[in-house]
């Protein structure tokens, strides 16, 4: 049997006013397959962060350049991408936030949220110019269809 | 607007109560201009109410985190009260939460400051 993947792609300008529109969409791509409303809600964060920063750090708010989201919908897990097309950063050099002396530094925690609220968070090059960020949460097993307490509503509708 | 902000003051403290989101962008520069024009005029025992606050990203992390700051540089005190779980865990997670003094009850934080 071959397992489906589903694409939802959105593109959006390099303007802090488009984020709101990225986290509409995961907020319901989240709900649609069924993430709790705790996951959905870091996800949502994660996803967030990843596009402020293409916009901040990646495009520095170029209007020419845009970011470029991607969510793949798999059986087992939701993938969010996230390219930017600016120029690129080694996120190994970056200072650790939790590092005592950095603790009231005013940025620079975003990618660390972003790694605790996401299964995996991978920063590439990509090949074209600019960074793609690559983030995927693990999908809860589905419950079986068949459910007790909805049996026993059908069955005291059937009693009344 | 993302961020509604109410001011109050009780004796020398002043209280803004927060309303809405703190986010990148609009909502973390309400707030960074909301304690900048207390500092300004001499107002420097403050509380932040975030229990209206329903959404705070890194950025709006990091503007408490510079307010708490700043505000300290001024000869001041900046503490938080109310704060909602998820704001809490946000702190927790990049170990804010020893770093701010937060408190449940408003007249304890206002105690605080005597």
């Given amino acids: ?160 | 607007m993302q961020l509604e902000i109410r001011e109050r003051a009780v004796g020398d403290v002043v209280i803004l109560e927060m309303f809405g989101k703190i986010t990148i962008g609009e909502g973390s520069v309400q707030l960074r201009d909301a304690v900048s024009k207390l500092l300004d005029s001499g107002r420097n025992k403050i509380v932040l109410n975030l229990g209206g606050v329903g959404y705070v990203d890194s950025s709006g992390i990091g503007e408490l985190v510079s307010r708490y700051t700043t505000t300290k540089n001024a000869g001041g005190r900046l503490k938080l009260l109310n704060l909602p779980k998820k704001i809490k865990d946000l702190l927790m997670i990049t170990k804010l939460l020893t770093v701010f003094e937060i408190y449940e009850d408003e007249q304890a934080a206002l105690d605080s400051f005597q």
């Avoid at chain 1, 950063?89 to 939790?98: E, V, Y």
């Avoid at chain 1, 809860?140 to 307490?149: G, I, T």
Wanted: aromatic share 6%.
């Fill in chain 1, 1 to 160: 049997m071959m397992l489906a993947e589903n694409v939802v792609e959105l593109t959006i300008a390099s303007q802090l006013e488009y984020i709101d529109l990225v986290t509409t969409l995961t907020d319901n791509i989240t709900s649609m397959i069924g993430f709790d409303e705790e996951s959905a809600y870091w996800i949502n964060m994660a996803v967030r962060e990843s596009v402020a920063n293409a916009v901040e750090h990646g495009n520095k708010y170029d209007q020419q350049k845009s970011v470029d989201i991607r969510y793949t919908i798999g059986v087992d897990a939701l993938r969010v991408t996230v390219r930017d097309y600016g120029e690129g950063f080694d996120p190994a050099t970056l200072p650790d936030p939790l590092d005592p002396n950095n603790l009231l530094n005013p940025a620079g925690r975003g990618i660390l949220y972003m790694r605790t609220f996401m299964d995996s968070v991978e920063y590439d090059r990509h090949p074209e110019g600019g960074m793609i960020v690559s983030m995927s949460k693990r999908r809860a097993p589905k419950q079986p269809s068949h459910d007790v307490s909805e049996g026993e509503h059908k069955r005291d509708a059937v009693g009344n």
